[in-house]
């Protein structure tokens, strides 16, 4: 004789609700491609350097108290200046 259990009750959904649509602007603008950054946007700049470059930078970096950024900027203007640039 088989015996029959009874259903587990349902648990609620921890998932969360679905996000909006996107606007159909913005979804026409990832569609095509077409965002060009306007010129105070930010925007990443990746390239590869040696390890030891890197660490003199980051310590050139923390001991003047900057960030990478602004000695990498710093030292692009001084460079576009003695070039003439």
């Not at 965002?35 to 390890?51: M, R, S, Y």
């Amino acid at each position: 004789m088989t015996v029959v259990a009874p259903k587990p009750p349902r648990r609620p959904s921890t998932k969360g609700t679905a996000p909006a649509a996107p606007q159909a602007a913005e979804a026409s603008l990832k569609a095509g491609h077409t965002h060009q950054a306007g010129p105070e946007e930010l925007v990443n700049a990746n390239f590869k350097v040696d390890a030891q470059f890197k660490h003199e930078v980051k310590m050139f970096a923390a001991m003047h108290k900057m960030t990478m950024v602004d000695v990498f900027r710093q030292g692009f203007a001084l460079l576009k200046a003695s070039k003439g640039g």
